[in-house]
């Protein structure tokens, strides 16, 4: 009986995974639809720059492109 339900839950699960989502993320609207993939798009597009700023990979360089002695001459 258990391996009935283990065998059902399975095919069940599967199914679901092949169709997709069953709550639709976006709206069946075309144009709300098109308005909700640009606001989407346009938030992964700063993903890169919040990463640098982040990690602070937009800061300038304050290495020396030369060896500089450090003590005083």
């Given at each position: 009986?258990?391996?009935?339900?283990?065998?059902?839950?399975?095919?069940l699960l599967s199914c679901l995974t092949q169709l997709g989502c069953i709550i639709p993320i976006y709206s069946s609207s075309?144009?709300?639809?098109?308005?909700?993939?640009?606001?989407?798009?346009?938030?992964?597009?700063?993903?890169?720059?919040?990463?640098?700023?982040?990690?602070?990979?937009?800061?300038?360089?304050?290495?020396?492109?030369?060896?500089?002695?450090?003590?005083?001459?």
């Amino acid at each position: 009986m258990r391996n009935r339900f283990y065998v059902g839950a399975f095919l069940l699960l599967s199914c679901l995974t092949q169709l997709g989502c069953i709550i639709p993320i976006y709206s069946s609207s075309p144009d709300a639809r098109a308005r909700q993939l640009i606001f989407t798009s346009e938030n992964y597009r700063h993903i890169n720059d919040i990463w640098e700023r982040i990690w602070m990979l937009d800061m300038p360089d304050v290495m020396t492109p030369y060896r500089t002695h450090g003590g005083i001459i």
